[in-house]
């Protein structure tokens, strides 16, 4: 095998990988999200009662955030990439990757995983 094509299957691993950590990460967030937003709704949480409601509000809104960055990663991007068309999906990368870091607090670490896994591609 060519020199050039060993570092082409390198760099779709190491695509690969950063997209699936990415979209590992972002589910299981999502995962604890639920989990957090049904301990409120069932009373178990230790709060006051009167941060209850803001505080389910801000975790459901995570959770929706992390519902749709979940279809995205896994759905669109790692999808295309494990198919080896990682370039078709370059501008979903670099969207999904800024918007999650800017936009959801917890799926900051999946966004920066994103971003790297686009410059790798990229470079």
Known sequence: MAKSARRANN???????LTGIA?????????????????LLL???????????????LVFSFIVL??????????????QVKKGNSRSVSSIMIVSGILQSVLSGPSILPGILILIAWAIENK
């Open 11 to 17: 760099k779709q691993d190491v695509v690969l990988t």
């Open 23 to 39: 979209a590992s990460l972002q589910i299981t967030f999502t995962v604890i999200g639920i989990m957090a937003l049904a301990a």
């Open 43 to 57: 009373g178990i949480s230790t709060l006051p009662i009167n941060f209850n409601s803001l505080i389910g509000l």
């Open 66 to 79: 992390g519902v749709v960055w979940s279809f995205v990663d896994y759905s669109i991007i790692y999808k």
